[in-house]
DNA sequence: CTAGTTGCAAAGAGTTTGCATGGCG
DNA sequence: CGCCATGCAAACTCTTTGCAACTAG
């Protein structure tokens, strides 16, 4: 097994991840460091990213926007035991942890045999905050 | 409202993905007919591709590997009131009316406050067959 | 010293856009 | 005829790769 060396560049980026509460995209975190006058090349974040993520450290979704893959710091995979819920107004993901999506789960098992990869996985719809706005000027049209 | 048009690339893609069992990307597409000998520009199969799923014809889904968006027919907007499991070793798409997830849907409306749109939201994971494939070679690996 | 790591720049893959032309209604 | 659709090529975004220089252990 490959031995990881603790650089300067890895530990900044994890730093960086472990920071922010969301996920972000590689672009981001070019963009924070390089509003934190950080030099680190396009490419080492790519690939620490990756390391990062085989590691288990991170965990890689995939928002179906136009935004590619996005990272986010969690501990021992915490995030790939629960939903995320991606409000198609504002964009925000709500992480969802709740009894109520295990069961669910076990319930797709059960019934319907398919193991849901609850990691790869978003759920589409409207955040609470989306859903008032919309009420209030959508007066009589089906939809887009 | 825009007017759409029936032309023959229009058609020629529609045709295309109404026989096709599975997901297709643009790229794919581009393929396929090339190889029929069928001369359709890039941008032309991108935007077709775009206004039928606006349209509801087409579901889009991103299943995260590197290879970019998916298409795949759905009759006109029949798909828009269940959700959808997809399997991410095989592609098989697997329509799923069932109650329970209606509670489910209700429960996060009331719960988290959050509507969901079935019709957007792909389930991803892995069918029975790919399962039990899967068991058959891992002895003991952890996960990838 | 050795093997993993970094930077740079170039290359790829997928997707979008501007603009003139073509085609449906 | 008017307006949407198409083609082409250039532009873009995100990501990967080759390779020489570098550095942690």
């Known amino acids: 097994m490959k031995q990881e060396y603790s650089t300067k560049q890895r530990s900044v980026i994890l730093e960086l991840l472990k920071s922010t509460s969301t996920h972000v995209t590689a672009t981001d975190i070019l963009r924070q460091l390089d509003s934190l006058g950080i030099k680190i090349s396009t490419a080492t974040v790519y690939r620490t990213l990756d390391k990062l993520e085989s590691e288990g450290i991170l965990k890689k979704m995939t928002l ?23 409000c198609v107004e504002c964009g925000e993901l709500i992480h969802l942890s709740c009894e109520f999506l295990a069961e669910m789960e076990e319930h797709i098992l059960k019934e319907h045999s398919f193991v849901i990869s609850a990691g790869r996985t978003v759920i589409y719809g409207k955040c609470a905050k989306c859903t008032g706005r919309e009420e209030k000027d959508s007066i009589c049209h089906s939809h887009n």
């Open 64 to 86: 179906g926007d136009g935004l590619g893959a996005c990272y986010q710091y969690t501990k021992n995979g915490e995030c790939s035991q629960h939903f995320h819920l991606k």
